[in-house]
């Protein structure tokens, strides 16, 4: 075999070898007024045919300082949460919502972890039954191109395959928003939510 056709062999080896073409998503949402909504879930809605298995490593919310932190987690849909308690007094965790399955961790003391496993898309309130100041959200979505708005309402996905998709954006506070849009390469895509 020729050193050309040697060449020529390695590249298309390396050319089959070689995932789809990944682009990126990225833009900001912002609440009326015109100013970034932090704290914002935009994720790649359900995609016909394709199912993603859940990260083996858990996703975390801490209660410390007698809040919830983070204010809002985003996960993929079957991904374990581990609810840790930080603060030098009893918390609990639960959610009303029966997309959760209205869970109730029960109470636990400073260091112990509780467990739940988000099973379907959901977004699931968290409350502490010691504490009913205390609020928090996690957001369950059926891929795992999704990402949190940084303070700014500024977000990035990053690879995301070339294609066709429903884009969502929620918001704790703001009416949900959706848009068909197509990813090619480096895509930009901006949200302003409504009250």
């Not at 918001?171 to 895509?189: C, D, N, W």
Request: aromatic fraction near 8%; charged fraction near 15%.
């Amino acid at each position: 075999m020729s050193s050309r056709t040697t060449a020529i062999v390695i590249l298309a080896l390396l050319a089959a070898a070689a995932p789809l073409s990944a682009g990126s998503l990225k833009g900001t949402v912002k609440a009326p007024g015109g100013r970034g909504a932090a704290g914002a879930v935009v994720y790649v809605g359900q995609i016909p045919g394709k199912t993603f298995p859940p990260p083996a490593a858990h996703a975390k919310v801490d209660q410390k300082g007698m809040v919830f932190l983070p204010h809002v987690q985003a996960v993929l849909v079957g991904t374990t949460v581990d609810f840790l308690n930080s603060d030098p007094v009893l918390h609990n965790v639960f959610s009303p919502d029966k997309c959760a399955e209205k869970f109730n961790l029960g109470s636990w003391p400073q260091g112990q972890i509780r467990s739940y496993t988000f099973k379907q898309p959901c977004v699931a309130t968290l409350l502490c039954n010691v504490h009913p100041e205390m609020e928090a959200f996690v957001v369950a979505v059926p891929t795992p191109y999704f990402a949190v708005t940084a303070k700014d309402g500024s977000y990035a996905i990053a690879e995301l395959p070339d294609g066709a998709y429903t884009v969502k954006a929620w918001h704790p506070k703001l009416k949900e928003a959706s848009r068909a849009l197509t990813v090619t390469g480096a895509t930009t895509a901006d949200f302003e939510l409504k009250k």
